[in-house]
Structures are given as C-alpha cells and as structure tokens.
C-alpha cells in the first residue's frame, strides 16, 4: 500500500512575530520543516507534499525537488489547506497529514504511526494529561469508540472534563480523507478544520481508531520563541545522550548543541561551548575545543580543534587547528597539518606536514607538502572582479609578511623573503626577494620628533 504525506506549511505563525514563515525558524540550526522532511523521507514515504502560503519562496528554495508542492493562497484552515493537494485525490493508499512544525516528532514515531494505521480508514494520535488545558479533546461515546475531536474553545463544560488530547496528527485512508473533505463547514472561527472529519467518517460508520502515546512532549506544537527555545532544548538533550551513550564524551552538555545529522566516533571530546551542526563527521581520537563551530565539514582521526570556526571543509588525520581559526568554502586540509591562531583559509588545499601557525590568509590557494607559511603571509586572490589561484609547491618557505599576488606559482623548494610582494612566478629552487632597499636618514628621526613636539 502506498504511504502519503501532507506537510501544513502555509500559516505565518504571527506568535513567532517575524516576517518569516514559522517552519523556517531552526531548532538546531536546522529549519523545523526540514527535520520533517528528512524524517518522512527516512521511512520511505513514496510522496511528500509540503502545503505552502505565507513565505512559500523561502520553503520552496529551501527544500527544492525533495518534495512536492501545493499552494493555500488564502488561510482558511486546515482542511482547506488538505484540499490544496488535488494530486492525491482518488489515489488509494494511507496519507499521514502532519504540520510542519512538527519537528520532534522522531522518524520510529512516524513509522510507527503509519504501522498501526494499517487498514483503518482514520488513526488519530492522542495522550492523556492530567492538565490538558489549551489542546483540542477526544470524545467518546459510552462504549469508548471516538465520537468527535472538540476544539477546547468550543467544548462544552462536560467535554472540557476529558484528559485524552488530540495531538493534531493524523492518518488516514487517503480515498476518503479527499471524498469527505466536501462536507466539511466553517467553524466559528471562519476556518475549516480537519477534526470536523472525525465527525464526518463516524456518521457514515468507518473505523476509527485513536494510537495513545505515553510521551507526548515529541508531538508538542512550536508556536513561539519560548516554545523554540524548549524544542531546542529537548533536542539537544536527546541528541547528546545518544551520542555519550556510543563513546562520545560531552564534557558540559547543557553547553553542546549537536545537530541531528552528525556523525560522531566514539572516543572524541566535545568541549562546552560548541556547536556542530549540517552533515559533519568525525573521526575517533579527535577533541573538539571550547567554543568551536563545525558545520557541514569532516573532520579526520585524532585532530584537535581549538576554538575555531570551520564550515564546508574537511581536515585529516593528525592535524591541528586553531585557536581563532577559519577554514570555509571547500577547504581541505590533509594529514599532520598545522592550522594555527588567526588563520583564515578558503577555497584551499593544504597537504601533509604544513605549517601555518598564525595571523595568514590563504583563499583560493593550492599548498603543497612540508610548506612553511610565516606569519602575516596572504594570498592576494581578487582583484575587484575576479579572484585567482596561488599555487604553492613542495618544501618551499614563505617569509612572513609576505603578499603573493595571484595569479602566480611558488616553484618546490623554494623561498620567499619575509616582506616580499610576489607578482611573478618563482621557479624550483629559486630564493624571491620584492621589497624596495632600506635606506637610512642621518640624525632625521629626532629631528621630525622635535618637529612634532614629541620630544
């Protein structure tokens, strides 16, 4: 039987006050309608339709040919916004509908949920609190079967009383979920919601099921910053006791924050104040130090990573970087490597055993092995419209304070002097000196002190 589902995405979210779209907002540096998706797509669901409105530019390029889309111009609730996929009608199957803030919602819990639907015609996901307060009720008649789904600002006194929840995920046999959706009204506030289908399909006697969870706290609405900021939270809890439980140490994890696609080998540490996020992996033997940031990268075995920012780039085995170090845009550095504090590189290759320990920039540069770049040596890459490639060779020495002016090739072997401004290319072997002759004025410095009246 073929698995469907209808991702709600179209509300502004006025609670979040912002001009974006609330599933855009990230919990883990990670949009919330992404970890749906991603989930969805990890138990095999055969098509994915995200409902758009508010925003929809911001979604649609977020999340590309992954999904399929559909468009609720004007918000006139939620089974309005179903009606919008006119591509499933008629199409047999069962359908999860599920909103796209739903981004706690683990994928066993989806899968389990499409598990138990089986052949009933709608499975509603409930729980049952001691205080369910704002959250929508589960009726029931005097057998126990599940009469209606009351709104809480609609329940009569008697119905307020009930401590079972409708936690707002559904699943349904798509052929009816799209035949009935007709005969839904507007409600008092205007809007046609899909509860109003649980009504529907027990007046025509199909079979309604409820799947009761023991945690709820996943299925959990994110409707403003302080509900963000929770969701947050309970990720990064879950998320870090995962990764302890494999042989990962977090040194303080109420002050790591880990996304849900990286991959970590046991025996690396995590120190407090770091952030790891996008598809990274890391090696064993590897220390993370305080305050770094890793995001999209791999990082290789037993490397160590000194409070440094490193985005799109990866890093061998044995190698050292930082602190205050910046590798971004595709960087690759190789094994036994020496990234030191305050170097920036971007779009650069550094092979094995070189060193660059402090205060460089090398963007768009191709470093051989066994290099020395000195203190304060750049590539001087753009030129206003163009950027160019430097290419250093093997066991060649680059003074400090050096510019090498690219486009322009550093032989093997060879040796920039420190302040030199490189134009041309240095062949294999050659020592390159570009620095004008120090000349010296006679008695000149104390006279232009006096001058300045600074002596």
């Known amino acids: 039987m073929n698995r469907y589902a209808i991702i709600l995405a179209a509300g502004e979210g006025t609670r979040m006050r912002s001009k974006k779209n609330k599933v855009m907002h990230t919990i883990l540096n990670k949009p919330m309608i992404g970890h749906v998706v991603k989930n969805l797509e990890e138990i095999n669901v055969d098509q994915i339709f995200v409902v758009t409105g508010y925003e929809k530019e911001s979604i649609e390029s977020y999340l590309g040919d992954r999904v399929l889309y559909a468009t609720q111009d004007e918000q006139n609730g939620t089974a309005h916004a179903v009606s919008k996929v006119a591509q499933l009608e008629g199409k047999k199957g069962s359908t999860l509908l599920v909103y796209g803030d739903s981004a706690l919602i683990q994928k066993e819990t989806l899968q389990a949920i499409f598990d138990a639907h089986g052949d009933h015609d709608l499975t509603i996901v409930s729980a049952t609190l001691k205080d369910p307060g704002r959250y929508s009720r589960v009726i029931r008649d005097n057998q126990g079967k599940v009469k209606r789904v009351v709104e809480a600002r609609n329940a009569t006194e008697l119905e307020a009383t009930s401590n079972e929840i409708n936690l707002g995920i559904y699943c349904f046999n798509n052929e009816l979920l799209f035949k009935y959706l007709k005969e839904i009204h507007e409600d008092t506030q205007d809007e046609i919601n899909i509860i109003e289908l649980v009504s529907v399909l027990r007046e ?88 770094s940031w890793v995001d999209d990268s791999k990082i290789g075995e037993n490397v160590t990573i000194l409070s440094s920012r490193i985005t799109d780039s990866s890093i061998g085995n044995h190698s050292t970087v930082g602190p205050y170090a910046h590798l971004r845009m595709h960087t690759e550095i190789k094994n036994h490597v020496r990234v030191g504090n305050f170097v920036e590189m971007k779009h650069t290759i550094v092979d094995d055993h070189t060193n660059s320990a402090h205060l460089t920039y090398l963007g768009d540069t191709e470093v051989g092995k066994y290099v020395n770049i000195g203190c304060g040596v750049v590539t001087i890459n753009y030129d206003g419209k ?56 006679k008695g000149y410095g104390k006279e232009y002190l006096k001058k300045k009246g600074k002596i």
Not at 243 to 267: Q, R, Y
Not at 390 to 395: A, L, S, Y
Request: zero cysteines; charged letters at 25%.
């Open 204 to 291: 025509n006697d199909h079979d309604i099921q409820t799947l009761k969870v023991d945690n709820s706290r996943q299925f959990m609405g994110i409707n403003d910053r302080l509900e963000l900021a929770d969701a947050n939270l309970w990720m990064r809890d879950k998320i870090n006791r995962e990764h302890m439980a494999n042989g990962v140490s977090i040194l303080d994890p109420m002050n790591t924050f880990i996304g849900p696609d990286v991959k970590i080998e046991a025996d690396v540490i995590i120190e407090p104040g770091t952030h790891i996020y996008g598809k990274t992996e890391i090696k064993s033997g590897t220390t993370i130090g305080a305050n």
């Open 386 to 441: 163009n950027k160019s490639k430097t290419i250093i060779k093997d066991h060649t020495f680059i003074g400090s304070q050096s510019g090498l002016i690219a486009p322009v090739v550093v032989g093997e072997n060879a040796v920039v002097a420190a302040g030199s401004i490189i134009t041309d290319d240095v062949d294999d072997g050659d020592f390159a000196i570009a620095r004008a002759r120090q000349s010296a004025k």
